[in-house]
């Protein structure tokens, strides 16, 4: 069993950067894929970014070169640091981990966080 918490949602202006966290606990985060999704107001949820436990990164196109994903196997913790915010990138965030890249990447992975809010707005 694996649980998740997100944290570092905010508000913040257009060109701005934010840094989410997702702290993982219960089992050996090492082995296991991490993924981030979003679901924006009204639309379905979406991905945005996968890291394998190799270290493999995949992004969603309208996030590439603007996001990055990363984890500390040391501190059991993935992050998304996400630049040159655009109001579009309004949504919730979610972190999500599986053994299998394949699952998350069609959002059939088996652990998920609750979620943090992020706002980009002026």
């Given at each position: 069993q694996v649980q998740l918490v997100e944290s570092g949602g905010d508000l913040v202006q257009p060109g701005g950067s934010l840094r989410?966290?997702?702290?993982?606990?219960g089992?050996?985060?090492?082995?296991?894929?991490?993924g981030w999704y979003r679901q924006p107001p009204g639309k379905q949820r979406?991905?945005?970014?996968?890291?394998?436990?190799?270290?493999?990164?995949?992004?969603?196109?309208?996030?590439?070169?603007?996001?990055?994903?990363?984890?500390?196997?040391?501190?059991?913790?993935?992050?998304?640091?996400?630049?040159?915010l655009k109001?579009?990138?309004?949504?919730?965030?979610y972190c999500t981990a599986d053994l299998l890249?394949?699952?998350i990447n069609i959002?059939?992975?088996k652990f998920w966080g609750q979620g943090t809010q992020v706002t980009?707005?002026?």
């Open positions: 989410l966290s997702c702290a993982a606990s089992s050996i985060f090492s082995a296991y894929a991490m979406q991905l945005v970014a996968v890291m394998s436990s190799g270290g493999t990164t995949t992004y969603a196109d309208s996030v590439k070169g603007r996001f990055t994903i990363s984890r500390d196997n040391a501190k059991n913790t993935v992050y998304l640091q996400m630049n040159s109001p579009e990138d309004t949504a919730i965030y890249v394949r699952r959002q059939n992975s980009v707005s002026s």
